[in-house]
């Protein structure tokens, strides 16, 4: 944690598996906050009770990320432990009871795509004002399971509807803060559906927003410290590490610029291969998912596979000259 802090990392997440089974995960937050860095959690939210989520807060725990994929049924199988939904909801009404800034994070696959809408009502029934939407990236577990993501035209009509249902939620007063995690196709098709809505100027807006947030944040704006001190370019791609800081400072790894991937990742523009190389969101998007490329091309510089944009759509340059083309 001193070296996180004297490297100026500014948030660090506690994640897992179940970051709550460990008896110091208090100490770590308090620890975390007092070295000035903003501790935040991510969490099935089973283990949290009314206490705990207080002792948290008071150790600096500035947000809870609490996943809930799909409703009771499925979000209990999706676990593989029934109850596992109730007592998700317990946790969430603890961390809100606790004043301590909640969302609800869900990762869509087919099984669990017709609970979407009644996930984001429930949202809105517990008082949380986050949802983070998570594409499944194909890495660990998930890449035993990527037989069930959905396919590209599904995965952006489910975008498309959380866009229309945030923007309905807007429209009734409620200001429901929306999420897109793991898939930049998607900053691509907001600009597009910005410009469908709202015109030109929105969809201008909203590229520049994007290009500032820098697109994809492997091995750049992200890093991963798993159990074993082993650093990842992202906490899904635990397949390869960069160094462990038991032996050299986190310092020391994330710089290392004789670490060809790392350095050829850094570098994607100059490496990016078919409908990425000229895509005109490629300053928004960076490329997408370099691990769902590994995975499904055996090469990390292929296009993304989840990539929904229409061909039409990502043409030489993003053109904003017309409202509602």
Same mark, same amino acid.
């Given at each position: 944690?001193?070296?996180?802090?004297?490297?100026?990392?500014?948030?660090?997440?506690?994640?897992?598996?179940?970051?709550?089974?460990?008896?110091?995960?208090?100490?770590?937050?308090?620890?975390?906050a007092?070295?000035?860095?903003?501790?935040?959690?991510?969490?099935?939210?089973?283990?949290?009770?009314?206490?705990?989520?207080?002792?948290?807060?008071?150790?600096?725990l500035?947000?809870?990320?609490?996943?809930?994929?799909?409703?009771?049924?499925?979000?209990?199988d999706?676990?593989?432990?029934?109850?596992?939904?109730?007592a998700?909801?317990?946790?969430?009404?603890?961390?809100?009871?606790?004043?301590?800034?909640?969302?609800?994070?869900?990762?869509?696959?087919?099984?669990?795509?017709?609970?979407?809408?009644?996930?984001?009502?429930?949202?809105?029934?517990?008082? #949380?004002? !986050?949802? @983070?939407?998570?594409?499944?990236? +194909?890495?660990? $577990? *998930?890449? /035993? =399971?990527?037989?069930?993501?959905?396919?590209?035209?599904?995965?952006?009509?489910? #975008?498309? !509807?959380? @866009?229309?249902?945030t923007?309905? +939620?807007?429209? $009734? *007063?409620? /200001? =429901?803060?929306?999420?897109?995690?793991?898939?930049?196709?998607?900053?691509?098709?907001?600009?597009?559906?910005?410009?469908?809505?709202?015109?030109?100027?929105?969809?201008?807006?909203?590229?520049?927003?994007?290009?500032?947030n820098?697109?994809?944040?492997?091995?750049?704006?992200?890093?991963?410290?798993?159990?074993?001190?082993?650093?990842?370019?992202?906490?899904?791609?635990?397949?390869?590490?960069?160094?462990?800081?038991?032996?050299?400072?986190?310092?020391?790894?994330?710089?290392?610029?004789?670490?060809?991937?790392?350095?050829?990742?850094?570098?994607?523009?100059?490496?990016?291969?078919?409908?990425?190389?000229?895509?005109?969101?490629?300053?928004?998007?960076?490329?997408?998912?370099?691990?769902?490329?590994?995975?499904?091309?055996?090469?990390?510089?292929?296009?993304?596979?989840?990539?929904y944009?229409?061909?039409?759509?990502?043409?030489?340059?993003?053109?904003?000259?017309?409202?509602?083309?």
């Amino acid at each position: 944690m001193d070296d996180l802090a004297s490297y100026g990392i500014p948030v660090v997440l506690f994640s897992g598996g179940e970051p709550l089974v460990r008896d110091d995960l208090t100490e770590l937050v308090e620890y975390a906050a007092e070295s000035g860095i903003r501790p935040v959690l991510s969490t099935n939210g089973t283990l949290v009770t009314p206490e705990k989520a207080r002792e948290l807060r008071d150790a600096g725990l500035q947000y809870a990320g609490i996943s809930v994929d799909g409703l009771r049924g499925r979000n209990d199988d999706f676990r593989g432990k029934d109850g596992a939904f109730d007592a998700a909801l317990r946790g969430i009404r603890a961390f809100l009871d606790a004043d301590v800034k909640t969302g609800l994070r869900y990762t869509i696959t087919e099984r669990n795509a017709p609970d979407l809408r009644d996930v984001v009502d429930l949202l809105y029934e517990e008082g #949380v004002n !986050r949802f @983070c939407f998570y594409h499944l990236d +194909y890495g660990g $577990r *998930g890449a /035993d =399971i990527s037989n069930v993501d959905l396919t590209p035209g599904e995965k952006r009509k489910a #975008v498309r !509807r959380l @866009c229309d249902m945030t923007r309905e +939620y807007h429209d $009734r *007063g409620h /200001d =429901i803060e929306t999420l897109l995690v793991g898939n930049y196709a998607d900053a691509g098709f907001l600009v597009e559906y910005a410009r469908e809505h709202e015109g030109r100027d929105a969809a201008k807006r909203v590229y520049d927003y994007l290009e500032q947030n820098g697109g994809d944040p492997t091995g750049e704006r992200i890093a991963d410290v798993d159990y074993q001190g082993n650093v990842h370019m992202t906490q899904f791609w635990q397949g390869y590490s960069l160094g462990n800081v038991r032996d050299r400072s986190f310092g020391d790894i994330w710089d290392d610029q004789t670490n060809p991937l790392l350095d050829r990742v850094r570098a994607r523009d100059d490496y990016l291969t078919g409908r990425c190389a000229e895509c005109c969101y490629r300053d928004i998007c960076r490329g997408g998912s370099r691990l769902r490329a590994l995975s499904a091309h055996d090469d990390p510089f292929a296009p993304d596979p989840q990539c929904y944009l229409h061909d039409d759509e990502i043409g030489i340059a993003p053109s904003f000259e017309a409202s509602g083309d």
